[in-house]
């Protein structure tokens, strides 16, 4: 038996609350802790550039709680690499971000921006944090992620997950089963997010390889509900079963 798969809660939402009304609640690292009381095995939250959700004092101070591995998601932009070098998280994953987006809307185009993120992916590495580039299920962004370096990739699950038609989503299965295979045989590590919940985990478990899932909305949506905690513990139930 292989190790169990792990959940990382992303907790932006968490903050989301916080910042549309400016207020000092809900506390993100009580967030964090039962995350962790309902099983997570990580902590991911997105500084984005625009500071939404997710503040810099959020990192710092998840990062001093230090009761689980945090994965910070962000852009390849010079002020965003300056802060995680200082803060020094024990993941990045690698972006792509565009102001305007409601959330993440695809993978990063590697290819296109090989140079920067090469240097980006080094300098991380240098610090000894961990790098994971998020991609669309396609075989040129995994090989060139391998190549220049990586030595993890998320892949986007966002085609599949919202997928309206039963066929449609197969097809997008489909693609991450061969993308995660293509992953592992170059020897990358294999993680998977973007707008998976209860329902459609369960064909995210068929897709080979995998290592850690990356689940923010789906959670919080529950969590108002049953709880944090216990929205954090049916998860994990669904995905170590
Ligand atoms: N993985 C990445 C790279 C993301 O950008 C996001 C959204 O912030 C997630 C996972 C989590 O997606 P969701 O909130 O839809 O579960």
Known sequence: MGEKMRLQVNIDHVATLREVRKTPYPDILAAAEECRLGGARGITVHLREDRRHIQEADVVALKKWGRLPLNLEMADSPEIVEIALQVAPDEVCIVPERRQELTTEGGLDVDSHRKSLTRTISRLHHHSIRVSLFVDPDEVQIRTAA???ARCIELHTGNYCDAERPEIAQLELDKL???AQLAHERGLQVNAGHGINYANVRGILEIPHLHTL???????????FVGLREAVRQMCCLIEA
């Not at 990356?214 to 108002?224: D, L, S, Y």
């Open 147 to 149: 190549e220049i370096g």
């Open 177 to 179: 089963k061969r993308a």
């Open 214 to 224: 990356n689940i923010g909305h789906g959670i919080i949506c529950r969590a108002v």
